[in-house]
Protein backbone atom coordinates (compact mmCIF):
# COMPACT_ATOMS: atom_id res chain seq x y z
CA UNK A 1 0.00 0.00 0.00
CA UNK A 2 1.54 3.39 -0.79
CA UNK A 3 2.57 5.57 1.98
CA UNK A 4 2.09 8.87 0.50
CA UNK A 5 4.04 11.67 2.68
CA UNK A 6 7.03 10.43 5.21
CA UNK A 7 5.45 9.80 9.16
CA UNK A 8 6.51 12.19 11.51
CA UNK A 9 5.31 13.74 14.78
CA UNK A 10 5.97 16.88 14.64
CA UNK A 11 8.00 18.26 16.74
CA UNK A 12 21.40 -0.60 12.66
CA UNK A 13 22.85 -1.85 9.89
CA UNK A 14 25.11 -4.76 10.87
CA UNK A 15 26.04 -6.51 8.12
CA UNK A 16 24.98 -9.69 9.69
CA UNK A 17 20.87 -10.42 9.61
CA UNK A 18 21.17 -12.67 12.71
CA UNK A 19 19.78 -11.35 16.16
CA UNK A 20 22.32 -8.82 18.30
CA UNK A 21 22.60 -8.82 21.86
CA UNK A 22 24.13 -6.85 24.06
CA UNK A 23 24.63 -8.82 27.26
CA UNK A 24 23.64 -6.45 30.39
CA UNK A 25 26.84 -7.50 32.19
CA UNK A 26 29.17 -7.96 29.30
CA UNK A 27 30.73 -4.67 28.92
CA UNK A 28 33.45 -3.54 31.66
CA UNK A 29 32.00 0.09 31.04
CA UNK A 30 28.44 -0.61 32.35
CA UNK A 31 30.43 -2.33 35.55
CA UNK A 32 30.06 0.93 37.93
CA UNK A 33 25.88 0.77 37.27
CA UNK A 34 25.48 -2.19 39.03
CA UNK A 35 26.70 -1.01 42.22
CA UNK A 36 23.74 -0.64 45.39
CA UNK A 37 22.69 2.55 44.14
CA UNK A 38 20.78 1.11 41.01
CA UNK A 39 17.72 -0.36 41.68
CA UNK A 40 15.15 -1.93 38.86
CA UNK A 41 12.41 -4.11 38.75
CA UNK A 42 12.60 -4.87 35.52
CA UNK A 43 14.49 -8.34 34.10
CA UNK A 44 13.99 -10.47 30.95
CA UNK A 45 14.49 -10.91 27.90
CA UNK A 46 13.08 -8.11 25.26
CA UNK A 47 13.00 -8.97 21.46
CA UNK A 48 12.46 -6.22 18.60
CA UNK A 49 13.18 -6.39 15.22
CA UNK A 50 12.99 -3.72 11.89
CA UNK A 51 14.83 -0.74 10.84
CA UNK A 52 18.67 -1.41 10.07
CA UNK A 53 19.00 2.28 9.75
CA UNK A 54 19.49 2.80 13.13
CA UNK A 55 22.49 0.92 14.43
CA UNK A 56 24.40 3.21 16.37
CA UNK A 57 20.96 4.45 17.87
CA UNK A 58 20.06 1.24 19.01
CA UNK A 59 23.50 0.24 20.22
CA UNK A 60 22.92 3.29 22.81
CA UNK A 61 19.65 2.94 23.84
CA UNK A 62 20.44 -1.09 24.76
CA UNK A 63 23.51 0.16 26.58
CA UNK A 64 21.79 2.97 28.64
CA UNK A 65 18.94 0.87 29.33
CA UNK A 66 20.68 -2.46 30.34
CA UNK A 67 23.17 -0.35 32.64
CA UNK A 68 20.22 0.98 34.61
CA UNK A 69 18.54 -2.71 34.12
CA UNK A 70 21.38 -5.38 34.66
CA UNK A 71 18.20 -8.32 35.03
CA UNK A 72 16.70 -6.88 31.15
CA UNK A 73 18.85 -8.65 27.66
CA UNK A 74 17.47 -6.88 24.94
CA UNK A 75 17.86 -8.65 21.12
CA UNK A 76 17.31 -6.40 17.84
CA UNK A 77 17.59 -8.28 14.74
CA UNK A 78 18.12 -5.10 12.27
CA UNK A 79 16.67 -7.19 9.18
CA UNK A 80 14.82 -3.44 7.75
CA UNK A 81 11.59 -2.04 8.29
CA UNK A 82 9.45 -4.40 6.43
CA UNK A 83 10.81 -7.36 8.01
CA UNK A 84 10.46 -5.96 11.27
CA UNK A 85 7.21 -5.31 10.87
CA UNK A 86 6.78 -8.75 9.19
CA UNK A 87 7.68 -10.43 12.42
CA UNK A 88 5.96 -8.24 15.24
CA UNK A 89 2.70 -8.67 13.26
CA UNK A 90 3.25 -12.52 12.93
CA UNK A 91 4.07 -12.58 16.82
CA UNK A 92 7.49 -13.14 16.73
CA UNK A 93 8.84 -10.10 18.67
CA UNK A 94 7.84 -7.93 21.24
CA UNK A 95 7.88 -4.74 19.43
CA UNK A 96 9.39 -3.25 15.73
CA UNK A 97 11.19 -0.64 14.90
CA UNK A 98 10.09 1.03 11.48
CA UNK A 99 11.07 3.79 9.21
CA UNK A 100 7.54 4.41 7.89
CA UNK A 101 4.52 3.95 10.09
CA UNK A 102 2.20 0.76 9.57
CA UNK A 103 -0.14 0.94 6.32
CA UNK A 104 -3.86 0.08 6.83
CA UNK A 105 -4.22 -3.40 6.10
CA UNK A 106 -1.31 -3.84 8.52
CA UNK A 107 -2.64 -1.73 11.17
CA UNK A 108 -5.59 -4.31 11.09
CA UNK A 109 -3.19 -7.02 11.43
CA UNK A 110 -1.26 -5.70 13.97
CA UNK A 111 -4.43 -5.42 15.86
CA UNK A 112 -5.35 -8.74 15.60
CA UNK A 113 -2.12 -9.49 16.69
CA UNK A 114 -2.07 -7.69 20.04
CA UNK A 115 -5.65 -7.90 20.71
CA UNK A 116 -6.42 -4.86 21.80
CA UNK A 117 -4.49 -1.14 20.46
CA UNK A 118 -1.78 -0.25 18.95
CA UNK A 119 1.22 2.05 19.62
CA UNK A 120 3.09 3.93 17.39
CA UNK A 121 5.24 6.67 18.77
CA UNK A 122 8.22 8.36 17.14
CA UNK A 123 11.72 7.61 18.53
CA UNK A 124 14.37 8.44 16.14
CA UNK A 125 14.57 11.59 13.55
CA UNK A 126 17.81 12.06 11.55
CA UNK A 127 18.80 13.14 8.00
CA UNK A 128 19.03 10.65 4.85
CA UNK A 129 22.35 11.57 3.48
CA UNK A 130 22.90 11.26 -0.32
CA UNK A 131 26.28 9.72 0.05
CA UNK A 132 28.88 9.61 -2.75
CA UNK A 133 32.34 8.80 -4.13
CA UNK A 134 33.68 11.23 -6.63
CA UNK A 135 37.47 11.86 -5.89
CA UNK A 136 38.42 15.59 -6.30
CA UNK A 137 34.58 16.84 -5.82
CA UNK A 138 33.79 17.96 -2.80
CA UNK A 139 30.75 20.02 -1.15
CA UNK A 140 28.30 18.38 -4.25
CA UNK A 141 25.21 20.31 -4.42
CA UNK A 142 22.02 18.77 -6.20
CA UNK A 143 18.57 20.12 -6.81
CA UNK A 144 15.40 17.96 -5.90
CA UNK A 145 15.18 17.91 -10.19
CA UNK A 146 18.87 16.61 -10.58
CA UNK A 147 18.52 14.05 -7.86
CA UNK A 148 15.67 12.24 -9.02
CA UNK A 149 17.07 12.45 -12.71
CA UNK A 150 20.02 10.59 -11.61
CA UNK A 151 18.13 7.99 -9.28
CA UNK A 152 15.65 7.32 -12.56
CA UNK A 153 18.42 6.69 -14.46
CA UNK A 154 18.33 9.95 -16.86
CA UNK A 155 21.48 11.50 -15.86
CA UNK A 156 24.36 9.19 -16.06
CA UNK A 157 27.18 10.58 -16.32
CA UNK A 158 29.19 13.27 -13.28
CA UNK A 159 29.04 16.49 -15.99
CA UNK A 160 25.67 15.99 -17.22
CA UNK A 161 24.66 19.85 -17.89
CA UNK A 162 21.95 19.10 -14.72
CA UNK A 163 25.03 18.80 -11.94
CA UNK A 164 27.32 21.37 -14.16
CA UNK A 165 24.00 23.85 -13.05
CA UNK A 166 24.09 22.72 -9.60
CA UNK A 167 27.51 23.11 -9.30
CA UNK A 168 29.29 25.82 -11.47
CA UNK A 169 32.37 25.77 -9.45
CA UNK A 170 33.33 22.21 -9.61
CA UNK A 171 35.32 20.24 -12.09
CA UNK A 172 33.13 17.17 -12.50
CA UNK A 173 34.80 14.32 -14.56
CA UNK A 174 32.93 12.68 -17.73
CA UNK A 175 33.04 9.53 -15.49
CA UNK A 176 29.66 7.38 -15.41
CA UNK A 177 27.50 7.59 -12.67
CA UNK A 178 26.56 4.41 -10.87
CA UNK A 179 23.58 4.85 -8.15
CA UNK A 180 23.10 1.90 -5.49
CA UNK A 181 20.14 1.38 -3.50
CA UNK A 182 18.43 -0.62 -1.29
CA UNK A 183 17.80 -4.08 -2.63
CA UNK A 184 15.47 -5.38 0.64
CA UNK A 185 12.26 -3.75 1.46
CA UNK A 186 13.58 -0.52 3.22
CA UNK A 187 11.80 2.00 5.16
CA UNK A 188 14.89 4.87 4.18
CA UNK A 189 13.84 3.77 0.44
CA UNK A 190 10.06 4.90 1.55
CA UNK A 191 11.20 8.31 3.32
CA UNK A 192 14.10 8.74 0.46
CA UNK A 193 11.39 8.11 -2.18
CA UNK A 194 8.78 10.01 -0.57
CA UNK A 195 11.15 13.30 -0.45
CA UNK A 196 12.10 12.97 -4.37
CA UNK A 197 8.34 11.95 -5.39
CA UNK A 198 6.45 15.30 -3.42
CA UNK A 199 10.02 17.79 -4.41
CA UNK A 200 10.88 16.38 -7.86
CA UNK A 201 7.74 14.51 -9.56
CA UNK A 202 8.65 15.19 -12.76
CA UNK A 203 12.47 14.05 -12.72
CA UNK A 204 11.48 10.96 -10.31
CA UNK A 205 7.70 9.17 -11.56
CA UNK A 206 8.39 6.37 -9.71
CA UNK A 207 6.24 7.60 -6.53
CA UNK A 208 6.94 6.68 -2.82
CA UNK A 209 7.75 3.38 -3.20
CA UNK A 210 9.50 1.25 -0.15
CA UNK A 211 11.13 -1.48 -2.65
CA UNK A 212 13.36 0.05 -5.19
CA UNK A 213 11.56 0.49 -8.88
CA UNK A 214 14.18 1.27 -10.93
CA UNK A 215 15.97 -1.61 -12.80
CA UNK A 216 19.86 -0.57 -13.36
CA UNK A 217 22.37 0.83 -10.73
CA UNK A 218 23.39 -1.38 -8.10
CA UNK A 219 21.43 -2.59 -5.02
CA UNK A 220 22.61 -3.70 -1.71
CA UNK A 221 21.30 -5.17 1.55
CA UNK A 222 20.81 -2.85 4.52
CA UNK A 223 22.00 0.71 5.16
CA UNK A 224 25.95 -0.97 6.00
CA UNK A 225 25.70 -2.51 2.52
CA UNK A 226 24.83 0.60 0.62
CA UNK A 227 27.63 1.98 2.68
CA UNK A 228 29.89 -0.43 1.36
CA UNK A 229 29.10 -0.47 -1.99
CA UNK A 230 29.52 3.15 -2.17
CA UNK A 231 32.46 3.31 -0.92
CA UNK A 232 33.68 0.33 -2.95
CA UNK A 233 33.35 2.19 -6.34
CA UNK A 234 34.05 5.15 -8.27
CA UNK A 235 31.63 7.42 -9.08
CA UNK A 236 28.99 5.70 -6.84
CA UNK A 237 26.21 7.98 -5.33
CA UNK A 238 23.64 6.30 -2.61
CA UNK A 239 21.54 6.94 0.29
CA UNK A 240 21.64 6.02 3.54
CA UNK A 241 20.81 7.09 7.42
CA UNK A 242 23.37 10.45 8.05
CA UNK A 243 24.77 8.54 10.89
CA UNK A 244 26.25 5.81 8.88
CA UNK A 245 28.25 7.93 6.05
CA UNK A 246 31.56 8.05 7.69
CA UNK A 247 34.22 9.64 5.64
CA UNK A 248 31.78 9.48 2.28
CA UNK A 249 31.13 12.97 0.21
CA UNK A 250 27.90 13.94 1.72
CA UNK A 251 25.56 16.05 -0.77
CA UNK A 252 23.93 19.05 -0.06
CA UNK A 253 20.13 19.58 -1.10
CA UNK A 254 18.38 22.70 -2.87
CA UNK A 255 15.72 24.23 -0.67
CA UNK A 256 14.39 27.17 -1.95
CA UNK A 257 17.58 29.72 -3.10
CA UNK A 258 20.12 27.74 -1.17
CA UNK A 259 21.96 24.21 -0.30
CA UNK A 260 21.37 22.53 3.22
CA UNK A 261 23.46 19.34 4.63
CA UNK A 262 22.54 17.00 6.47
CA UNK A 263 22.81 18.31 10.08
CA UNK A 264 20.29 16.98 12.88
CA UNK A 265 19.85 20.88 13.27
CA UNK A 266 18.47 20.82 10.07
CA UNK A 267 16.39 17.36 9.65
CA UNK A 268 14.71 18.63 13.29
CA UNK A 269 13.72 21.92 11.32
CA UNK A 270 11.11 20.19 8.40
CA UNK A 271 9.09 18.35 11.34
CA UNK A 272 8.23 21.91 12.97
CA UNK A 273 6.31 22.26 9.06
CA UNK A 274 4.59 19.11 9.18
CA UNK A 275 1.17 17.47 9.95
CA UNK A 276 0.27 14.88 12.30
CA UNK A 277 -1.33 12.62 9.72
CA UNK A 278 -5.33 12.26 10.28
CA UNK A 279 -7.30 9.42 10.88
CA UNK A 280 -5.91 8.04 13.68
CA UNK A 281 -6.46 7.02 16.79
CA UNK A 282 -4.65 8.41 20.57
CA UNK A 283 -1.92 5.92 20.96
CA UNK A 284 -0.29 6.49 17.42
CA UNK A 285 2.09 9.80 16.89
CA UNK A 286 2.81 9.68 13.13
CA UNK A 287 2.97 12.76 10.56
CA UNK A 288 2.65 13.67 7.15
CA UNK A 289 6.46 15.74 6.17
CA UNK A 290 6.31 19.09 4.12
CA UNK A 291 9.48 18.22 1.84
CA UNK A 292 8.51 20.75 -0.18
CA UNK A 293 9.10 23.52 2.15
CA UNK A 294 11.32 26.59 0.96
CA UNK A 295 12.00 27.59 4.14
CA UNK A 296 15.22 28.55 5.66
CA UNK A 297 17.97 26.09 7.07
CA UNK A 298 15.79 22.81 6.45
CA UNK A 299 16.72 19.49 5.28
CA UNK A 300 13.88 18.56 3.65
CA UNK A 301 15.16 14.22 3.38
CA UNK A 302 14.45 12.68 6.41
CA UNK A 303 13.64 9.64 7.84
CA UNK A 304 11.63 9.49 11.09
CA UNK A 305 11.86 6.01 12.74
CA UNK A 306 9.24 4.61 14.80
CA UNK A 307 8.47 2.22 17.73
CA UNK A 308 5.83 0.17 17.16
CA UNK A 309 4.33 -2.41 19.86
CA UNK A 310 1.13 -3.72 21.92
CA UNK A 311 -0.91 -1.33 24.03
CA UNK A 312 -1.63 -4.53 26.00
CA UNK A 313 0.29 -7.72 26.69
CA UNK A 314 -0.60 -11.44 28.10
CA UNK A 315 1.69 -10.79 30.93
CA UNK A 316 2.41 -7.84 33.10
CA UNK A 317 6.26 -8.80 32.88
CA UNK A 318 6.27 -8.63 29.29
CA UNK A 319 4.06 -5.50 29.55
CA UNK A 320 6.46 -4.01 32.17
CA UNK A 321 9.30 -4.48 29.37
CA UNK A 322 8.01 -3.14 26.60
CA UNK A 323 7.05 0.27 28.73
CA UNK A 324 10.30 0.65 30.42
CA UNK A 325 12.06 0.46 26.97
CA UNK A 326 9.88 2.35 24.91
CA UNK A 327 10.38 5.28 28.24
CA UNK A 328 13.63 5.10 28.02
CA UNK A 329 14.58 5.47 24.27
CA UNK A 330 11.68 8.87 24.42
CA UNK A 331 13.12 10.15 27.26
CA UNK A 332 15.52 13.12 27.32
CA UNK A 333 18.37 10.88 28.36
CA UNK A 334 17.57 8.05 25.39
CA UNK A 335 17.20 10.58 23.14
CA UNK A 336 20.37 12.35 24.32
CA UNK A 337 22.23 9.06 23.91
CA UNK A 338 21.21 8.64 20.23
CA UNK A 339 21.79 12.10 19.48
CA UNK A 340 25.55 11.19 20.99
CA UNK A 341 26.10 7.99 19.18
CA UNK A 342 24.15 7.82 16.53
CA UNK A 343 24.03 12.38 15.51
CA UNK A 344 20.17 12.26 15.56
CA UNK A 345 17.82 15.05 16.34
CA UNK A 346 16.64 14.58 19.85
CA UNK A 347 12.37 15.12 20.48
CA UNK A 348 11.25 18.48 21.45
CA UNK A 349 10.22 18.25 25.03
CA UNK A 350 6.86 18.59 24.21
CA UNK A 351 7.10 15.45 21.70
CA UNK A 352 8.15 13.56 24.66
CA UNK A 353 5.29 14.59 27.12
CA UNK A 354 3.02 13.29 24.56
CA UNK A 355 4.50 10.08 23.83
CA UNK A 356 5.08 9.40 28.05
CA UNK A 357 1.66 10.11 27.88
CA UNK A 358 1.16 6.99 25.93
CA UNK A 359 3.23 4.38 26.63
CA UNK A 360 1.91 5.30 30.23
CA UNK A 361 -0.79 3.18 28.98
CA UNK A 362 0.79 0.14 28.21
CA UNK A 363 -0.57 -3.12 30.35
CA UNK A 364 -0.98 -6.35 31.06
CA UNK A 365 -4.47 -7.70 30.03
Not at 17 to 34: I, K, M, P, Q, Y
Not at 154 to 180: H, R
Not at 241 to 246: C, K, L, P, R, T
Not at 272 to 290: C, F, N, P
Request: some cysteine.
Amino acid sequence: MNRTKLRVTAPLAFAAVAALTLSACGAGNEADATDDSTSSSLSGTLNGAGASSQEAAVASWRQGFQTANPDVTVNYDPAGSGAGREQFLAGGTDFAGSDAYLDDDELASAEERCSSDVIEVPTYVSPIAVIYNLPGVDGLQLSPDTLGKIFAGTVTTWDDPAIKADNPDATLPSSKITPVHRSDDSGTTENFTAYMAAAAPKSWAAGEVETWPIKGGEGAQGTSGVVATVQGGEGTIGYADASQAGDLGVASLKVGEEYVGPSPEAAAKILEASKQKEGRGDTHLVMDIDHTTTESGVYPAVLLSYQIACLQYDDEAKADLVKGWLSYVASSDGQQAAAEGAGSAPLTSALEERISAIVDEISAK
